[in-house]
């Protein structure tokens, strides 16, 4: 099991769907673009409480 695969379990066991959907490419972008570490969590996790939001959840 690879990082990424047990980082996947983790947000599903966490029901963090969202950032489960978006993680490779955000972090592909993150490491093209040399973004800050916390800049990369940041924008994971605004995606994640926008579609929490959109769901009536939040």
């Given at each position: 099991?690879t ?19 978006i993680?490779d ?12 570490y916390?800049?990369?969590l940041?924008?994971?996790?605004d995606a994640q ?5 959109a769901?009536?959840?939040?």
């Open positions: 099991m990082e990424l695969d047990r980082l996947h379990g983790h947000l599903k066991r966490l029901h963090l769907y969202t950032i489960g959907q993680i490419d955000e972090a592909k972008t993150a490491a093209a673009t040399q973004m800050s916390v800049a990369s940041t924008r994971l996790i409480v926008a579609a929490k939001c769901a009536g959840k939040a």
